[in-house]
């Protein structure tokens, strides 16, 4: 089975959800299913159906983050300024102003933190970056042909 490569930060916060939606999460969601039924008839019970759809997704979550705990790989910090999972890089690619630049996070998408948008280690752009240096050239090909970007910055989640 495949390993899904978390940092120790993302695991621990997985877990945490993991532990919360399987006791208190359940829980809740029993309760409103509880009080929607005391409403009568459940054909026509919008808080019914609610409840019952928010307890699918959320069992839908649990049984995600089960799979990714138990597949996963805790993967130590890449050392300072090279590109590794968990990294947050800043790349700019050729031909294009350094004020163009573009900020990603590499690694699981579990790993996404605030707005940056997050590139797979696997993905042609993710694996070209990965053990690239700041102000290293990297390329990689894309559906258009090949592309090459300069790595500005590195930093560590």
């Known amino acids: 089975m ?21 006791t208190r999460g359940r829980i809740e969601v029993a309760d409103k299913i509880e ?6 008839d459940l054909s026509e019970n919008g808080d019914y159906h609610a409840a019952k759809d928010e307890q ?25 300024g090279v590109v590794g999972p968990g990294s947050v890089v800043t790349i700019v690619y ?4 350094e004020s163009d630049a573009e900020r990603y ?3 699981h ?3 996404k933190v605030g707005d940056l948008d997050v590139v797979s280690p696997t993905a042609p752009l993710g694996a070209a970056l990965i053990g ?5 050239w ?9 592309l090459r970007v300069q790595v500005l910055k590195v930093e560590t989640v």
């Open 2 to 22: 495949a390993s899904h490569q978390l940092s120790q930060q993302a695991f621990d916060r997985l877990k945490a959800e993991f532990e919360d939606l399987s």
């Open 132 to 136: 690239a240096n700041e102000g290293d």
């Open 35 to 40: 009080r929607a039924r005391e409403l009568g």
């Open 109 to 111: 998408i579990e790993e």
């Open 56 to 80: 699918g997704h959320m069992e839908g979550r649990i049984r995600q983050l089960e799979h990714l705990l138990e597949n996963a790989e805790i993967i130590a910090p890449p050392p300072a």
């Open 94 to 97: 050729e031909g294009d102003a």
């Open 138 to 146: 990297v390329a990689y090909d894309a559906p258009n042909g090949q």
């Open 105 to 107: 996070l590499v690694g």
